[in-house]
């Protein structure tokens, strides 16, 4: 859990229990400066109340914090001048508008130009609504405005709750754009939590991810996504799986066997792709297609956050497939997958 | 400090935009402001019409009730206005999460309890101020009507200046000690609820409740000394006394001045209690979680 280099956030032995719920049971992280960190775990896992106590909005029951280098919550107002946050749905005031909102709200932490309000919304694309009030946004207007306000003043840190959620594709892929281009110009470190995984995969360098309350893992996504196997797509002729899963079982390489949607899904140890090409059609197996699957953040972290086990609902294992093919076998989709 | 004024001004822009603002201000001066103009309508018209009718000083006797009036009514309905206010700037704002967002800025806690309860003071002393200046307008017009030899001949020397400015800055220090202590009241009350409504209510209960007591315990006491001994501790007597009509006449009429025990003892009380308060919303405060 230590990192060399210097951390824009450091948590340790955090915990916190709401009445008897018990919602944080010692997390402990460490954010590295600079870095587009994701903050991962299922719905309940206390990664929004990390947020919270970290910001200073709870106080926790015990653990350290530190933000900036400051301990939180004693230096919360000079963190709080170089942080842009944005915990759960921004609840901007209602009869005011987009414009109105982000004025009077960045006022307070220092002046702020009309100019410069007016160049933070058309980043984030509400320049026609800037006159609009924010109870008549949609959900996706009113994410953006949130993140709109968490940039206004290019902070050090930017800390966001789901920034997405909400937002239509575009809107994705816009918000995604936008926070790697301040993580370009302006260095800053950006902590975002998320469920939505592939965008995590597709922003982060950093992930940590919780589950009950405590780290599962944490790292750099190259370093996590590093398991030693690779994950293979193989599609036959049809009525021919049941052979091509009991040849292909019988090879050394193959680590495990599954039927997936639309052919077999293997595990193989790497470099073994072309061994099991061979084999197959030297059985006169037709390969329709050979598809390398590029190891998810998504398989990682249902491994990691799956506590249940009987989750492999439409995923039957092909019968008589690897001991182990059951066991990381995947849930239906998770819904805001893209 | 310039964060701190932000947050002032921001929250008085707030209470501005508020449906409840508007009304409170209606309700404040409609009355004074309607019986003043029909009065001083009917001083120029009987005079323009050679009746003779109402004198000056009639007008100006009228006025002067029409300001104690304003000062009274002020007084009752101030603590609806402030637990409505109140409640939605601290239960309300909470609830919808407004807090949540305030608190993610740089400010500090207590300067958002400070901030709040200063941009509802002002507004207040500026709806009673606006009633009282309109008044002192009335009269201002009568005179220079009065005083003009062409419209109207018979000239008589009379007090023109309703309301003295000593007087004026007398009456506006009770008022701000007096609802100084209710905001205080209120919002520690409003701490403990996410509901502006039930928040209201609860405390106008327990504040009406304790007035009533109040104007119990002579009676009460009676029977037993002790009923008196508890009654002291009720802090709205010091409000209701610095609101009377006895304490408003007597600065209007320079009888009474802020010096004398009479207004000087309901005023240290009501600024001790005000400082209670404010000092335990504030600790409340500090330890609140903001969740929503």
């Avoid at chain 1, 903050?39 to 909005?57: D, E, M, Q, S, V």
């Avoid at chain 1, 193959?254 to 073994?272: D, N, T």
């Avoid at chain 1, 084999?279 to 491994?303: C, D, K, N, R």
Wanted: hydrophobic content about 50%; glycine content about 10%.
């Amino acid at each position: 859990m230590t990192s060399p280099e210097s951390t824009a956030i450091r948590v340790r032995g955090l915990r916190k229990a709401f009445g008897r719920k018990e919602a944080l049971a010692g997390l402990d992280f460490a954010v590295p400066d600079g870095a587009v960190a994701g903050f991962l775990g299922p719905n309940g896992a206390g990664k929004t109340t990390t947020l919270r106590l970290l910001l200073g909005l709870a106080p926790a029951d015990t653990g350290e914090m530190e933000m900036l280098g400051e301990p939180m919550p004693g230096g919360r107002v000079p963190v709080l001048e170089r942080t842009g946050a944005l915990v759960e749905k921004p609840s901007f005031l209602d009869h005011f508008s987009g414009f109105d909102n982000l004025w009077w709200f960045g006022s307070l932490n220092r002046p702020v130009t009309r100019e410069r309000v007016g160049e933070v919304l058309g980043r984030v694309g509400l320049t026609e609504a800037a006159g609009q009030s924010f109870g008549t946004y949609s959900t996706g207007m009113k994410q953006r405005l949130g993140v709109a306000y968490a940039i206004l003043h290019r902070p050090r840190l930017l800390i966001l709750d789901e920034p997405t959620n909400g937002m239509d594709p575009q809107g994705r892929v816009q918000m995604r754009d936008l926070l790697r281009e301040i993580h370009a110009a302006e260095g800053s470190t950006i902590f975002l939590s998320s469920h939505l995984l592939d965008e995590v995969q597709r922003l982060c360098d950093y992930v940590v991810i919780v589950d009950h309350g405590k780290t599962v893992r944490e790292g750099y996504v190259g370093e996590i996504l590093q398991s030693g196997q690779e994950t293979w797509e193989v599609r036959v002729a049809d009525g021919q799986q049941e052979r091509a899963a009991g040849l292909l079982l019988a090879q050394p390489g193959v680590l495990s066997c599954r039927s997936g949607p639309r052919g077999l899904e293997i595990r193989l140890q790497p470099g073994q792709s072309a061994e099991v090409n061979r084999v197959l059609v030297g059985a006169g197996v037709p390969v329709v297609a050979l598809i390398p699957h590029e190891a998810s953040l998504e398989e990682t972290f249902i491994a990691l956050t799956d506590t249940e086990g009987e989750t492999g609902h439409g995923n039957r294992p092909v019968p008589g497939a690897g001991v182990d093919s059951g066991a990381k076998a995947r849930p239906p989709e998770p819904g805001g997958r893209s | 400090m310039t964060r701190f004024l932000t947050l002032v001004r921001f929250e008085l822009v707030k209470v501005l935009a508020r449906k409840k603002a508007f009304l409170f201000l209606l309700a404040l001066n409609v009355v004074p402001l309607l019986a003043s103009v029909i009065a001083l309508l009917v001083y120029l018209k009987m005079k323009g019409l050679g009746l003779g009718g109402l004198e000056y000083s009639v007008l100006v006797e009228m006025v002067r009730g029409l300001f104690t009036a304003h000062m009274l009514l002020f007084g009752w309905i101030s603590p609806f206005f402030l637990a409505l206010v109140i409640g939605d700037s601290f239960s309300g704002e909470s609830g919808r999460g407004y807090l949540k967002l305030l608190l993610l800025t740089p400010v500090r806690r207590w300067q958002v309890v400070v901030a709040k309860a200063l941009a509802v003071l002002v507004f207040l002393l500026l709806a009673v101020a606006l009633g009282g200046f309109f008044l002192q307008l009335d009269l201002w017009v009568a005179r220079a009507v009065t005083e003009n030899p062409a419209m109207i001949w018979d000239v008589k020397p009379a007090t023109t200046v309703l309301v003295e400015t000593s007087a004026a800055l007398q009456l506006f220090v009770l008022s701000f000690l007096a609802n100084l202590a209710l905001v205080g009241f209120f919002i520690l009350f409003s701490m403990f609820s996410e509901s502006p409504v039930l928040m209201a209510f609860i405390s106008l209960i327990v504040l009406m409740t304790m007035q009533t007591y109040v104007l119990m315990a002579p009676y009460l006491t009676r029977l037993d000394a002790r009923y008196g001994q508890v009654a002291d501790w009720c802090f709205t007597r010091h409000l209701s006394r610095l609101s009377e009509i006895k304490t408003v006449q007597g600065i209007l009429g320079k009888t009474l001045s802020l010096a004398d025990p009479w207004v000087r003892e309901p005023m240290v009380a009501s600024l001790g209690w005000a400082a209670f308060f404010f000092l335990l919303a504030i600790a409340v405060f500090q330890r609140k979680q903001i969740l929503s």
